[in-house]
DNA sequence: CGAAGCTTTGCGAACGTTCCCGCGAGCGTC
DNA sequence: GACGCTCGCGGGAACGTTCGCAAAGCTTCG
C-alpha cells in the first residue's frame, strides 16, 4: 500500500542502506546520490514508516505532556507552544489529561508511555518512590513537583505576587485577603504572606478551597468583614467570582476593590473590568520544558546533579485594580 | 531493556504466537492457558509494544484529530472528551492544531498521518481536490467542511438560533444586530436571518470580521445607531468584546440590550452579567466524531453514500438576556 | 471403532527500517 | 610501488509483533 523505502532505492539506483542513511545522516552520503534519492522519494511520495523506525530502536519522536486538565483554559496556551516548539525539533506531542486522579494518571501514563520517548507530568499526583520508578524507565521531566534526581522545571511565582505587592501598596493598599487554593509553585521560596508583609501590607488568607468560579464567589463576601480593599485570588477563575459577586453586590472594581488574579488566561483579558494578574509566558514554559525534556532524553547531563530550571512571572496591570478608597 | 512478547512466552511455558493470541483474541485460547499468560505478562510488566504491532500491519489504535486552534476556548472540552471517549474504546488520540493555515495544516498532517488510524478535521482549509486525495490513503471524518464522499459531521445552529429568536421575541425585542465572522455551520439550512424574520424579528448582519473579542468592542459602538435591543455575537468571546464595551458606554445589559454568544465556552458561564449562549455540547460532539471516524476505520458502511450526521444546539439563558426596554 | 470436524496450540514468514560489517576504489606516505 | 587509510556504498541481521498454515488433541456420530 504505502510506498516503502525499498521503492525508492531501486527508484533511484542505490540500495535500501544508503536511501536510510540520506535520510537520517545525510553527510553521510556524496551530495550527488543524495540528491537523486531525495527526488526519487518525492515523486514517489516517500515518507518514512515511524512504526518501522522505532522499531528497529530509533525513538519515536514524540514527546508526551500530561497534564492535570485540558479544560482548565491556562493550559491551551501552553500546549499549543509546546507543539510549535517540539514541531521545529522533529518531534511530535502527544497530550493527555490526569484529571488529577492518582488512577486515571497511571492509566493515562501506561497508554501513552510506549507510544513516546519522554514525558513531561505536570504537577503529578504519583508518589515519589512511583516517580523514580518510572524515571528509570523513560526520561522524565517533572513540572512543580520536586523529586531529588529528577529534572525539573519549577514555575516561580515570587516576583509577580512581588510586583502585585508593590503595585497595591503604590496605590495605597494596607489590608488584603489571598484567596488560596494551594498552588505548588507558592511552596518554596518567600511565601505571598512574607512578600506582602515584607511592603507593609497586611494580608489575610482564606481557604484553601477548591479552585472554582464558586470558591471566588464565596469569598467575595468575605472582603468587607475584612475591610480588606484588595483581593488576590488563586488563578484567574477564582478572581472573575470575586468580581462576579462584587458586582452583584454593588462594590465598585477597582473603585473601591481592586482584585488581582494568577496566570493571565484569556479570561483576564476579556473579562468587565480587564483583570490585573499575574503572568507566566506560556512560551517560554513550553519552551523550556520541552528543550529539557529533549535534552534529558539525548542523555545530556547524564552525570552532576539533575537541571532544574525555573520559568518566573510578573505583573500585568489591567482595569481590576487602582487607587485604594479612602 | 524492555519484556518482550518471548520473556511472557518462555515464563508461561506456551509458545509466542498464544501470548499474541491471548492479547489480541482472547476468545481463542482456552481460558486456562489465558490466565497463565496474563499472569506471567503482570509479573513481568509486560506491555505489547505498539511499534512492532502496528508495523506488523494492525493499526496505531490514534485517532488524529487536527482543529483550527488549541487555544480557543471552544476546543478544550471537546479534545477532553474524545480522549475520554477514545480511550475507552483502546485509542489514543492526538491533537495537532493548523493555525487555519493550510500550509500549517498540511505539514501537521504529514507529520500525524503516519501515526494514526484516521484522522478527523475541522473546518478544513483544504482544497476538495487534496481532501478527496488524502481520504484515499487513510480514514478520514470532516468536521463543518462538506465534501461528498467523505464522511462527516455538521454542527447545526438552526435549533439554537430558534430558541434565541423565540427567546428575544417572547421578551419583546424587535430590532436585532448579529454581529458575524462566517460560521461554517450556518452556511446551511435555514439561515439566521430566515430564522428570526420568520417570527418577526429584524436583524441586521455586521461584518464579517474576524472573530475577535476586538470585533465585539467594535460592534458595539454600532448598536445605538440601529436602534437594536438585541445583539447576536458570532461567539463567546465576540459577546465578551459587546459585553465590555456596552459596560463602558454605561448601558446596562440586560436592562436595555441582550446580549447572546454562540459555543456556551466557559467564558459564557463566567462573565460578568453572565451570558446566555448557544450550546454546542462537547460531549456529544466528541462522541459523534469519534464513533464516526472509528467506524469509518472499521471500514462499516464500506458501499451506500458517506454518512453524515448532526448535532445539535440549544440556547442556555442567563443574566445577559431580558425584557427589551420600551 | 474409525472418520470427520472442531478446538487449541506451535512454527515461521513478514512488516519497514536501522546499523554493523565488509568490500572496493581512490589517495597519500614512505 | 606496496601499504594502509578514508570514503562511499551494499548485504543482511535484527527489532517485537501478527497471522496463515498445519499438527495434535478432543469430541461426535454413524
Known amino acids: ?177 489571598f484567596v488560596n487554593a494551594s498552588r505548588a509553585e507558592l511552596s518554596r521560596g518567600k511565601s505571598i504572606q512574607e512578600s506582602f508583609e515584607a511592603l507593609d501590607l497586611s494580608l489575610v488568607e482564606l481557604g484553601p478551597y477548591e479552585p472554582r468560579f464558586e470558591t471566588g464567589v464565596h469569598a467575595a463576601t468575605l472582603v468587607a468583614a475584612h475591610e480588606a480593599t484588595a483581593v488576590v485570588a488563586h488563578n484567574d477563575l477564582v478572581a472573575l467570582g470575586v468580581l462576579h459577586q462584587l458586582a452583584k453586590l454593588g462594590v465598585s472594581v477597582p473603585d473601591q476593590v481592586s482584585v488581582i488574579g494568577i496566570d493571565d488566561t484569556l479570561l483576564a483579558s476579556v473579562s468587565t473590568p480587564s483583570l490585573s494578574t499575574i503572568r507566566i509566558d506560556p512560551e517560554e514554559l513550553a519552551r523550556q520544558a520541552s528543550d529539557l525534556l529533549i535534552d534529558t532524553i539525548a542523555g545530556k547531563g547524564g552525570d552532576g546533579p539533575a537541571p532544574l530550571v525555573e520559568v518566573g512571572s510578573r505583573l500585568v496591570p489591567r482595569a481590576s485594580t487602582g487607587p485604594a478608597p479612602r
Open 1 to 177: 500500500m504505502a510506498v516503502t523505502i525499498r521503492e525508492v532505492a531501486s527508484a533511484a539506483g542505490v540500495s535500501v542502506s544508503t536511501v536510510s542513511r540520506a535520510f537520517v545522516s545525510p553527510e553521510q552520503v556524496q551530495a550527488a546520490t543524495r540528491q537523486r534519492i531525495m527526488e526519487a522519494a518525492a515523486k514517489l511520495g516517500y515518507a518514512p514508516n515511524p512504526a518501522a523506525r522505532s522499531l528497529r530502536g530509533a525513538g519515536t519522536n514524540s514527546l508526551g505532556l500530561i497534564i492535570p486538565d485540558i479544560a482548565n483554559p491556562f493550559f491551551p496556551p501552553i500546549v499549543k507552544a509546546m507543539q510549535a516548539r517540539a514541531r521545529r525539533q522533529g518531534y511530535t506531542v502527544l497530550v493527555a489529561d490526569s484529571d488529577e486522579r492518582e488512577a486515571d494518571e497511571l492509566e493515562t501514563i501506561a497508554a501513552v508511555s510506549k507510544k513516546v520517548d519522554g514525558l513531561i507530568l505536570w504537577a503529578s499526583t504519583l508518589s515519589e518512590e512511583r516517580l523514580r520508578e518510572l524515571t528509570g524507565q523513560m526520561p522524565l521531566v517533572l513540572v512543580n513537583r520536586h523529586v531529588p534526581g529528577i529534572p525539573e522545571l519549577h514555575i516561580s511565582l515570587e516576583a509577580g505576587i512581588h510586583q502585585a505587592a508593590e503595585h497595591l501598596r503604590a496605590y495605597g493598599h494596607r489590608r488584603c485577603v
